[in-house]
């Protein structure tokens, strides 16, 4: 049947506009079977190399995502967390919340260990600041932020004096300016701190959200994005006021948050991405809710490629109504790409 001018261009112009919603919506394109011993926390990646460095207890396992390979194994961490680059030194570093607490410093050519720095206990959360040129790590034991020049001595170098937060730190971020943002999960609060002073200069409440964990940072519209958990929200805070803008709703056991071109990201332990956007000045909503995997609830994005990896596992079923951890199959660990 032959259509009308008016009823065809109206069909092309609805077919465009479904074309173009599915190219702009997330999905899962696939997921890389990884296995290997240890459980997983935070993942990096290297936006030149498009490597992943996956902290798995243990170790920490540097994958390449074109080909599902682990090209290298970092052993010697007693409870690993996260991973900072620092790519000008060919320097990566480990955070290893076990015992006393660790450093990892690792070779990023060569993958191996050059050296542990005596650190605190919990030291956790990881990023590399460039205008103050410092490692930092939050430290939730220790209710610390700690800081390093990533070009210490890793044989014989000393952190910097811990600066105390009075709270327990769970992931930071900084605005590229000498201020770095911690969240305090125990106090519902963003901590701020003067990065060359060495102190909390203000105090932010989370509210409506609770528990702040996952954090990312929109330096240039001055946003902060927290991930909570009690109550569940994703909360958008000006950095520059530390006023409230939003909270948004997300799923169950948030560990993580991230932006990318104008979209804002919670990964959710229970098999959920919600993706927000900033539709009208001021406003935010929820745009999309991807479904990954049981478990995923950490996550980083490649800018370079607009490719969101989450680690997670497969886990044994839970008895009806039950709560808490579930426990992992072995040898099932695995990253679930989700892009455009």
């Known amino acids: ?42 993942i990096t990646i290297d936006p030149v190399s498009h490597h992943l460095y ?23 961490q007693q409870r690993s967390h996260g991973v900072a680059l620092v790519p000008k030194l060919g320097r990566g570093f480990i955070t290893d919340g076990g015992g006393k607490g660790a450093i990892v410093v690792f070779d990023l050519k060569t993958n191996a260990t050059l050296g542990t720095i ?17 490692i930092l790590v939050s430290a939730g034991d220790s209710n610390a932020l700690l800081t390093l020049d990533p070009n210490i001595d890793p044989k014989t170098g000393k952190i910097d004096t811990p600066i105390a937060l009075g709270g327990a730190p769970e992931f930071l971020a900084t605005d590229g300016a000498g201020k ?22 203000a105090r932010w409440l989370v509210a409506p959200g609770g528990h702040p964990v996952g954090m990312a940072i929109d330096r240039n519209r001055h946003h902060l994005i927290l991930g909570c958990r009690n109550p569940q929200k994703m909360i958008v805070l000006s950095t520059e006021t530390g006023k409230v803008l939003a909270g948004l709703p997300i799923g169950q056991g948030v560990d993580a948050d991230a932006f990318h071109n104008g979209q804002l990201f919670a990964s959710t332990g229970d098999g959920a991405m919600t993706v927000a956007a900033e539709t009208a000045p001021g406003k935010f909503e929820v745009v999309q809710s991807v479904q990954t995997r049981i478990g995923a609830k950490t996550m980083g994005i490649d800018p370079s490629t607009s490719t969101i990896y989450l680690p997670t596992m497969e886990f044994e079923p839970q008895a009806p109504g039950a709560t808490g951890r579930r426990t992992p199959k072995p040898d099932s660990f695995m990253i679930v790409v989700v892009a455009k």
Request: proline share 6%; glycine share 6%; with cysteine.
């Open 180 to 201: 770095a943002f911690v969240n305090l999960e125990d106090k519902n609060q963003v901590a701020v701190v003067d990065l060359k002073a060495r102190k909390v200069i």
């Open 1 to 42: 049947m032959r259509l009308a001018k008016p009823l065809w261009i109206a069909a092309v112009i609805l077919c465009s506009h479904t074309l173009l919603s599915a190219q702009s919506t997330w999905h899962v394109v696939k997921t890389l079977p990884i296995g290997g011993p240890g459980g997983m926390d935070y």
């Open 118 to 134: 005596a650190a605190v206990p919990d030291a956790d959360g990881i990023i590399y600041d460039a205008f103050t040129n410092r």
């Open 54 to 76: 996956v902290t798995r207890s243990t170790h920490t396992q540097v994958i390449d995502p074109a080909s599902g390979k682990v090209i290298a194994d970092i052993p010697g």
